[in-house]
């Protein structure tokens, strides 16, 4: 499987993508880490929005001053609002690490790859390095039939 770090490709529909399955994706790092950095930049812009609504909340059931009213707010936000707040805080959260993890992983893995296919290139260049000049245009069996062992 190769990945090309390097170019962003027009991706199939989703019609053509399951009938082609030639195992190249197409990943940018730099275009992917700059959308989960805009991501941890709203995230928080939202965490300071919530901050703000929990001090709103508590200026209006203090503006109340009728305690079933105020002990009813109290429990929207404590029990529904900054609940459903946290979950969705610490799923960003999780999101961003799993997909810079999984970036990370894909990145190496393609430099671990074009490492590999270097050396082996380079490996064999060497193999034909002391050859005689125009060896390697000169067929290896030059009988009328199969190679002979002696």
């Not at 805080?89 to 961003?96: L, Q």
């Not at 894909?106 to 430099?111: F, I, K, R, T, V």
């Not at 590999?116 to 260049?125: D, E, G, P, T, V």
Request: aromatic share 4%; hydrophobic share 40%.
């Amino acid at each position: 499987m190769k990945f090309d770090l390097s170019v962003q490709q027009q991706q199939p529909g989703p019609a053509e993508a399951s009938g082609s399955g030639d195992g190249t994706y197409d990943v940018m790092p730099e275009a992917v880490r700059q959308v989960l950095s805009d991501v941890q930049i709203q995230a928080a812009e939202f965490g300071q929005l919530t901050g703000e609504a929990a001090t709103e909340m508590m200026e209006l059931s203090q503006a109340c001053k009728a305690p079933p009213i105020t002990a009813e707010l109290s429990s929207l936000y404590t029990y529904v609002m900054r609940w459903a707040i946290n979950i969705a805080s610490r799923r960003t959260a999780n999101a961003v690490v799993a997909v810079s993890q999984a970036v990370n992983a894909l990145a190496q893995g393609d430099d671990q790859m074009s490492e590999s296919a270097r050396s082996a290139a380079a490996q064999a260049a060497q193999e034909h390095a002391d050859d005689a000049p125009g060896a390697a245009d000169n067929p290896r069996n030059t009988g009328r039939g199969p190679a002979q062992a002696f």
